[in-house]
């Protein structure tokens, strides 16, 4: 599945049962090492303290070491967690998250579909068990998922970015902008959505409408680089629109720009070549594809294109 970004849900779920300590910092979004202080010492007071109580203090535990990007620790806790419950929808949730995110597919999945049989309104659980089904290619039901998401929650973004990229992959352009459209309206500072609206414009050009999506892409680049001016590949992508829609100066500007934010950017060297060959400058066009070859010596496209104009890579 095509990731451009995938925005994590933070997701807030309600342990069950109440806390017993409310003036304690274990069920509170504090320093995490001073949550993970906290909650150690409920969890050290053992029998003598209730096991729900244990549970929900494993369960916090977990979420603060997540926050210190602690994965294998987070997962022992929530599995401590739900060794003591085993109807914790949220422990299941942030441990399927987390396999999910470590490449552990099966155990993600068998988590996920716990937290959605305990909790089927949890948009988090649908939206993760989504990924899952898009890595593994079956994206009608990556889709179903995202679909179910948006429904619980119309407010979430990376769903709404999930379900482009999965329409995407299926070809299914003019759905995949619609999304991307919505993605923007909701985070409109964030330079990702006009970018991959951008590319879906790109991918969908035919002869007819090639220019007018070509023009519509390069207007969602200008934004993303406005919002983020210091990435390389906004700026690729718009030298790329440029180029397809026979702006060969304004393309190799943008080109020249990602290789100066990123200096060994191999694809934009072999562009500006091609931009440089169209032009009928072939003398610059062979000494940048030479580069990019010279970066990456197994680039087939940069020797095929120097043996086409007759030089020997």
Known sequence: ?????????TLTLCASGT?????SDCGRHVDPDHQIRSCSQIIERGERESQENRAIAYY?????????????????NYTKAIALNRNYAAAHYGRGKLYRESGEADFAMVDLNKAIDLRPKNPGAFFQRGW??????????????????????????AAYYARSAAYGEKGE?????VDLTMLIKLRPKDPKGYYARGEAYEEKGDKEQAIAEYEKAIKD????ITLKSNNAVFY??????????GAFDLSIADYTKAIALKPNYVLAYRNRGEAFLRKGDKEQAIADIRKALAINPSDRVA???????????
């Open 60 to 76: 916090n535990r977990g979420l603060a070491y997540e926050e210190k990007r602690d994965k294998e620790q987070a997962i022992a």
């Open 1 to 9: 599945m095509r990731r451009l970004f995938l925005s994590t849900l």
């Open 236 to 245: 690729f992508r718009r030298g790329t629109a440029n180029l397809r829609k």
């Open 221 to 224: 680049y200008d934004k993303a």
């Open 303 to 313: 020797k095929n294109t120097l043996k086409r104009l007759g030089v020997t890579p």
């Open 19 to 23: 806390w017993a300590y409310p003036g």
């Open 173 to 177: 352009v003019d759905l995949a902008i």
């Open 132 to 157: 899952l089904y898009g890595d593994k290619g079956e994206l009608n039901l990556a889709i179903a998922d995202f679909t179910k998401t948006i429904s619980l929650n119309p407010n979430h973004a």
